[in-house]
């Protein structure tokens, strides 16, 4: 049975009462398990593995599930890991965390660094911390497992793959995540940042853009590129294309409405004396709310067809959605519940305003409940080291933050004691913020 958390019945402004004390129980088992957590996480940074194929990584989030007495369901969409702990009548929390890593060459130096490269020679790295992720996953999953009289509830711990590619949420609800194990009543989530470890960050509403991924293919005719009269050039029109493209965020959308629209990839041609045939542009749409990223995509055809006519291009290009990441909306009762949790965990001196962020997450998708949609908060924790912080350029906080390296880069090197053990905590305290208190005496 399950109580649905009331968003209601604790004020979004102050944490549960005797909150500190039912943590500070339960946190008592986390320098046991801190151990654990850093060798996970030290194997798991030295063995990444790209979207899809994190066989290894899921094989060692299920036993350890297993070791704290979960109910572990493997292979559930892909190499999705479901650990199950039902502690009594109370609410059900998920508490996600995703597993794979990115085609990245490693270029921090550490001694765990990772050296993967797959068959085809790609350099593999855990570039975005979701080896943080997992490895917090599994300290929170055994922290509260051994201390199930300070809680009630169940437990329903996901270890998620293809993150990055915005497909392994999608794949675990399909493959019935909530009709076979429940729909929560909450769904829990973090992912790393360069904000100086130890610090938190929490937004209402929107925390994160959503995404597309646009194709466009431009027609045009080869030819020599000495006789440029007997051609349509494809790279001319590819060019008009791009420039004009600028012009969506800057004059097609109001400044109130953010929005990001970059041309990642322009590939044309072959040799510097031949016309191509062909044009092809890849790009990506940010976009804090649904139907902006409607109207983006619309003025993206619009421009691409436009600007094709205007050339004389034998045919229309064509446009392709190849896919899209849903816009990150926290509950905002949900997400005030969490903050106030850090607040009192961790003191307010801890917390930095929220900042929208114009990176993508398929977390979001958790929110779809098959008869309702599922309070969701996500939120960030920081992971720079101490010491590359202080080094870091910059007066302020936001400018400090952009001169540390950050997730997606080769330099990405989470402070590892601290990370591990405040991520542990943060997760663990939003967790019981969720779950209905227990029976122990709260005498620490
Ligand atoms: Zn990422
Ligand atoms: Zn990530």
């Given at each position: 049975?399950?109580?649905?958390?009331?968003?209601?019945?604790?004020?979004?402004?102050?944490?549960?009462?005797?909150?500190?004390?039912?943590?500070?129980?339960?946190?008592?088992?986390?320098?046991?398990?801190?151990?654990?957590?850093?060798?996970?996480?030290?194997?798991l940074h030295e063995h990444p593995e790209l979207s899809g194929h994190e066989a290894r990584t899921a094989a060692e989030v299920a036993w350890r599930l297993e070791a704290e007495g979960y109910e572990v369901s493997r292979n559930v969409g892909g190499h999705g890991v479901?650990?199950?702990?039902?502690?009594?009548?109370?609410?059900?929390?998920?508490?996600?965390?995703d597993m794979d890593a990115l085609p990245v060459e490693e270029k921090t130096g550490l001694p765990y660094a990772s050296r993967v490269r797959t068959k085809e020679g790609e350099p593999v790295m855990h570039a975005c911390g979701h080896d943080v992720h997992t490895a917090c996953l599994v300290g929170t999953a055994a922290v509260l497992a051994r201390s199930r009289d300070a809680w009630r509830g169940t437990l329903m711990v996901v270890g998620q793959p293809s993150?990055?590619?915005?497909?392994?949420a999608k794949a675990m609800l399909d493959a019935g995540l909530y009709a076979r194990f429940g729909t929560p009543d909450a769904v829990l989530g973090q992912h790393t940042s360069p904000l100086p470890v130890g610090m938190f960050m929490h937004r209402e509403g929107v925390a994160m853009?959503?995404?597309?991924?646009?194709?466009?293919?431009?027609?045009?005719?080869?030819?020599?590129?000495?006789?440029?009269?007997?051609?349509?050039?494809?790279?001319?029109?590819?060019?008009?294309?791009?420039?004009?493209?600028?012009?969506?965020?800057s004059r097609a959308l109001s400044p109130l409405e953010p929005a990001v629209v970059t041309v990642g990839q322009f590939q044309a041609g072959t040799r510097a004396n031949v016309i191509p045939d062909e044009a092809v542009l890849e790009l990506t749409v940010r976009t804090e709310d649904d139907a902006v990223q409607a109207r983006v995509l619309a003025a993206i055809e619009r421009i691409a067809k436009g600007e094709a006519a205007a050339a004389g291009a034998p045919k229309p290009p064509q446009v392709e959605v190849l896919n899209r990441g849903p816009v990150t909306r926290n509950d905002p009762a949900l997400v005030g519940r969490v903050r106030d949790a850090h607040a009192e965990w961790?003191?307010?001196?801890?917390?930095?305003?929220?900042?929208?962020?114009?990176?993508?997450?398929?977390?979001?998708?958790?929110?779809?409940g098959p008869e309702h949609p599922v309070p969701i908060a996500y939120w960030f924790m920081g992971v720079t080291p101490p010491k590359a912080w202080e080094a870091a350029r910059g007066a302020t906080l936001l400018e400090k933050v952009a001169n540390v390296p950050g997730p997606h880069s080769g330099h990405y090197a989470p402070d590892r004691a601290g990370s591990l053990r405040t991520g542990c905590e943060s997760l663990t305290v939003a967790a019981l913020a969720c779950l209905q208190g227990g029976s122990a005496p709260m005498d620490h």
């Open positions: 049975m399950n109580d649905a958390v009331d968003p209601q019945s604790v004020p979004g402004t102050s944490a549960p009462s005797g909150f500190k004390a039912r943590a500070r129980h339960v946190l008592q088992h986390l320098d046991a398990v801190l151990p654990n957590v850093d060798a996970l996480y030290a194997d479901v650990g199950l702990l039902r502690n009594g009548d109370g609410p059900t929390v998920l508490l996600r965390g993150e990055e590619t915005l497909t392994g853009m959503g995404s597309a991924h646009v194709r466009l293919r431009l027609f045009g005719r080869g030819a020599h590129g000495a006789q440029p009269q007997l051609s349509v050039d494809p790279v001319v029109l590819g060019a008009s294309v791009v420039m004009r493209l600028q012009t969506i965020v961790f003191g307010h001196a801890a917390l930095v305003p929220g900042v929208l962020g114009t990176a993508s997450e398929d977390f979001a998708l958790f929110a779809q």
